[in-house]
T-cell receptor, first 114, second 114 residues
Framework: KNQVEQSPQSLIILEGKNCTLQ??????????LRWYKQDTGRGPVSLTI?????NTKSNGRYTATLDADTKQSSLHITASQLSDSASYIC?????????????FGRGTQLTVWP | EADIYQTPRYLVIGTGKKITLECSQT?????MYWYQQDPGMELHLIHY???????EKGDLSSESTVSRIRTEHFPLTLESARPSHTSQYLC?????????????FGPGTRLTVT
């Protein structure tokens, strides 16, 4: 069964600190892995997309890593800001269909305190 | 910022009413999607479309219906709303870049059925 598991479920950090979010998946055949940021009451916004040949990708203070062998990914946020408070969703795409089906994790709810 | 729009953003209606959630995009994307998301849960695909006059049901069974008469427009209709339909509905569209279908999400419609 294709699944995406994220940890921790929620996380509270102080402004300026770094944090790392984890994602494990069982989606096969694997095509790509994405991290989205979803603010409360809004739609998800893409942060990074990685294919199986990429093991790291950065977008400003966000750095995602991918280990396709162990089927794990992480999202590292450096020098956190209050605006980073959001749900971070790991999404894995398969290449078994022309639709490019996506499998979503439940997200990690990050709260940044001043 | 993606050019995909949803209206209304919030809707509270009584049981048995017919409603249509609007979704439009100005990116010329062929593929469009409807997802349902409950608080703290993953997104579930309920409908998708490959293009004009194409509609398919997604992974999650839904009593809603969709239509795709124009490329830019993908409305979702509930003929008779029930409290179990209370949820957030997210519309998305995708275009292909280097073999990856990047999905862009609208801001969502928060539906409450009383």
């Amino acid at each position: 069964k294709n699944q995406v598991e994220q940890s921790p479920q929620s996380l509270i950090i102080l402004e300026g600190k770094n944090c790392t979010l984890q994602c494990n998946y069982t989606v096969s055949p694997f095509s790509n892995l994405r991290w989205y940021k979803q603010d409360t009451g809004r739609g998800p916004v893409s942060l990074t997309i990685m294919t199986f040949s990429e093991n790291t990708k950065s977008n400003g203070r966000y750095t995602a890593t991918l280990d396709a062998d162990t089927k794990q990914s992480s999202l590292h946020i450096t020098a956190s800001q209050l605006s980073d408070s959001a749900s971070y969703i790991c999404v894995v795409g398969d290449r078994g269909s022309t639709l490019g089906r996506l499998y979503f994790g439940r997200g990690t709810q990050l709260t940044v305190w001043p | 910022e993606a050019d995909i729009y949803q209206t209304p953003r919030y809707l509270v209606i009584g049981t048995g009413k017919k409603i249509t959630l609007e979704c439009s995009q100005t990116m010329g994307h062929d593929k469009m999607y409807w997802y349902q998301q409950d608080p703290g849960m993953e997104l579930h695909l309920i409908h998708y479309s490959y293009g004009v006059n194409s509609t398919e049901k997604g992974d999650l069974s839904s009593e809603s219906t969709v239509s795709r008469i124009r490329t830019e427009h993908f409305p979702l209709t509930l003929e008779s709303a029930r409290p179990s339909h209370t949820s957030q509905y997210l519309c998305a569209s995708s275009g292909e870049t280097s073999g990856i279908h990047e999905q862009y999400f609208g801001p969502g419609t928060r539906l409450t059925v009383t």
